[in-house]
């Protein structure tokens, strides 16, 4: 009898192992290996079955210890059978038991009901992990994000920079407004108005004595591709895909085209510090929701108002044909928002743009705002001039913006009633009208534009005249001054 459960466990090992990649099934081998390599008490080479303590030792710090006991009971359920009854999860305290050994084949399962099976399976799996965490929602979801967010910003060191790179707590500043995001997720609608109270609300609902709820909590997963996608990061990066492979270029297209890790992050702060405006934890969601020939660049701080100074002329400068880019305000209330425009910026007396532009909230809300195809009022820029708006401009119409940068670069306004015509953004700023606190500018896709052709227009710049002097100038300061491929617009 034993012989036979021995090759029933075989069968199922070889079934199940079947649906990983080649590359997955070496690497979820050797991870298997390297949990017993604390066990002096199991032979090698045929490791079949690890401890619980010695799973734990693996994972890393950022994984907090509520969601590695989750995890690791898990796998010894799975280790048992192949799923775990949730009805008796309800009734049962379940706590890692040193004694009950984790097998090859409950691993392998367990990473099979996370990974390969349809959304509502995993719903449950993952139901039963925050069971056995013994959390409550917010502190299981806390710390999902903060164990992904860890993983996906390792993207954004060069590959000496990774070799590197130690652990620093920084990543985690202001990280709740993510965790928020990702509560709420499935119960925003941009059209409508949000109630203050929902967050509270919703935790209630989904929580009862303690426990999640099983049918809510499958139900907000299912409809949640946010928190999907952070746990897969979580799972793949803990299990399948262990380092970064920098070193193929396909392979990193494809993690950074999916968000599995975040761009190569180029700015004169350091990172985890990278900004003075986003956390990691913004830049992830900013990061999402980019067109995908957004994300597998180099993103780069072109302009800080805190390190280049709060200049109009240095503000467009760093703007003007840049390729995609994103322009991030605080305001002196303290909130944070702003734009990514997809086309690059250039002198225009009208309206134009891409539909993949958004506008987006930092503070207090992290939220996005994507264009609502109402109109085309997309991006407006324009300067020097008598007869039109002197400013920056993205969504609704002159004089009421859903963002409005003055050319004084001191004032700004946002305005929505209740919602911005372009985009389906409510007002971004504490009030209306606003002041500007600090900006940044980022690249996030170079210019298509050949800059050559555009100084072939008939309009002549001011500069032209000054050509050996701005040469000199661009070679003093190490910039490329943009503004002298500025043309007088043609209103004809």
């Avoid at 467009?316 to 690059?344: H, M």
């Amino acid at each position: 009898m034993g012989n036979d459960q021995s090759k029933t466990s075989e069968t199922r090992f070889s079934e199940i192992f079947s649906e990983f990649t080649e590359e997955e099934k070496a690497t979820l081998l050797k991870v298997f290996d390297e949990f017993a390599s604390d066990n002096s008490n199991i032979q090698k080479p045929k490791i079949t079955e690890v401890t619980a303590t010695s799973i734990k030792n693996y994972l890393p710090p950022t994984i907090g210890e509520s969601l590695k006991n989750g995890i690791v009971t898990y796998f010894q359920s799975t280790s048992v059978e192949s799923s775990i009854s949730t009805k008796i999860l309800e009734k049962t305290s379940f706590q890692i038991s040193p004694s009950n050994v984790i097998t090859k084949l409950g691993f392998v399962s367990a990473i099979h009901n996370l990974t390969k099976t349809l959304p509502i399976d995993r719903s449950q799996a993952i139901h039963i992990i925050g069971q056995l965490s013994q959390s409550t929602l917010i502190d299981f979801v806390r710390d999902v994000v903060r164990a992904a967010l860890a993983y996906w910003f390792e993207g954004s060191y060069s590959p000496k920079q990774r070799k590197l790179k130690k652990e620093n707590s920084r990543i985690f500043k202001d990280d709740m407004y993510l965790i928020n995001l990702v509560i709420l997720k499935p119960k925003i609608k941009h059209k409508e108005s949000e109630d203050d109270e929902l967050l509270a609300k919703f935790i209630k609902e989904t929580e009862i004595e303690g426990y999640f709820n099983q049918d809510r909590f499958m139900n907000w997963y299912t409809n949640n591709l946010l928190f999907q996608q952070l746990f897969n990061i979580l799972v793949n990066r803990s299990f399948l895909y262990q380092t970064i492979p920098y070193h193929s270029e396909d392979e990193m297209i494809k993690l950074r085209f999916s968000n599995q890790i975040s761009p190569e992050i180029y700015s004169t702060y350091k990172l985890m510090e990278f900004s003075n405006l986003l956390s990691p934890a913004d830049y992830y969601i900013l990061n999402d929701n980019l067109p995908l020939d957004c994300k597998n660049t180099k993103h780069t701080l072109l302009f800080s108002s805190v390190r280049d100074g709060g200049s109009w002329n240095a503000f467009v400068d760093s703007l003007i044909y840049q390729g995609s880019t994103y322009i991030i305000i605080k305001d002196e209330d303290g909130y944070i928002f702003g734009g990514f425009a997809y086309d690059d910026w250039k002198q225009n007396p009208k309206f134009y743009g891409d539909r993949k532009n958004y506008l987006f909230s930092i503070r207090p809300k992290l939220r996005y705002y994507p264009t609502t195809g109402y109109n085309n009022n997309f991006q407006y820029l324009n300067f020097g001039v008598k007869t039109l708006p002197n400013g920056l401009a993205m969504g609704g119409q002159f004089d009421y913006c859903g963002l409005w940068i003055d050319s004084d670069f001191i004032h700004g306004h946002s305005k929505a009633a209740p919602l911005s015509s372009t985009y389906s953004s409510p007002r971004l700023s504490k009030q209306e009208e606003f002041l500007i606190d600090e900006v940044e500018v980022w690249s996030v896709r170079p210019t298509q534009v050949d800059l050559d052709e555009i100084q072939k227009g008939p309009k002549r710049s001011a500069l032209d005249s000054n050509r050996g002097e701005l040469e000199l100038l661009e070679m003093a300061t190490g910039r490329k001054m943009y503004s002298k491929y500025v043309r007088e617009p043609d209103t004809s």
